[in-house]
């Protein structure tokens, strides 16, 4: 069955810096997709940004980077330039396959990232 | 109105109460999903409609009853609900996937508290 697992419960970056949170996953499709999402304190799941298994380039979102590993299952989300807005939580999650086209998704656990002034 | 759209926000209710959640999707998207998010819990999917259709149903209590009228709104119909209920339960939307990355879209979540 797929899982998907961030070690890391929180994590606190200086301002203007840059922070890795961590994501693997395990599957054994040889097609997947890799979200990643936060969620302010208001409670909104806000999407950030995408990978496919097959995609060669690691994928950016303007501050957001993707550092995709395959062969480790390792999804790796890198902000640059943290803000203070980008105090959150922050959750990986794979697209499971599920019959009739619909897209289900099994989410990790979650990091909370502080940034600090 | 853009995006997903909950209401309402926040929810107190008591045990014997019946209330509704209600989801709107302004995307144009044709499945939606009810997740429950509790704390220190993963997120967990409880409902998936398809094409206005159910098509998961998560081993979720009966006290929960979902209805999709239209690929556009989606409502939880709640019924004797237990403390450990209270949750943040978000809705969510996608366009089946037919190719595409399938990202769902989340709207705010009803913060729902049972007394």
């Known amino acids: 069955a797929q899982k998907i697992t961030q070690t890391q419960p929180g994590m606190f970056v200086q301002e203007k810096e840059a922070v890795t949170l961590d994501c693997t996953y395990d599957t054994s499709d040889q097609s997947y997709g890799l979200f990643w999402y936060k969620q302010p304190s208001s409670g909104e799941m806000i999407f950030l940004i995408y990978?496919?298994?097959?995609?060669?380039q690691n994928a950016t979102e303007g501050r957001y980077s993707l550092n995709f590993q395959k062969a480790r299952k390792s999804a790796n989300l890198v902000i640059s330039a943290s803000q203070l807005g980008d105090s959150a939580m922050y959750f990986c999650a794979m697209r499971e396959p599920a019959s009739g086209g619909y897209n289900k998704l099994i989410f990790g656990a979650g990091t909370r990232l502080a940034v600090h002034p | 109105e853009t995006g997903v759209t909950q209401t309402p926000r926040h929810l107190v209710m008591g045990m014997t109460n019946k209330k509704s959640l209600k989801c709107e999707q302004h995307l144009g998207h044709n499945a939606m999903y009810w997740y429950k998010q509790s704390a220190k819990k993963p997120l967990e999917l409880m409902f998936v409609?398809?094409?206005?259709?159910?098509?998961e149903n998560n081993s979720v209590p009966s006290r929960f009853s979902p209805e999709c009228p239209n690929s556009s709104h989606l409502f939880l119909h709640l019924h004797t609900l237990q403390p450990e209920d209270s949750a943040l339960y978000l809705c969510?939307?996608?366009?089946?996937?037919?190719?595409?990355?399938?990202?769902?879209?989340f709207g705010p979540g009803t913060r729902l508290t049972v007394l």
């Open positions: 969510a939307s996608s366009q089946l996937l037919a190719g595409g990355r399938g990202e769902q879209f």
């Open positions: 409609y398809s094409l206005e259709e159910r098509v």
């Open positions: 990978q496919g298994s097959y995609d060669e």
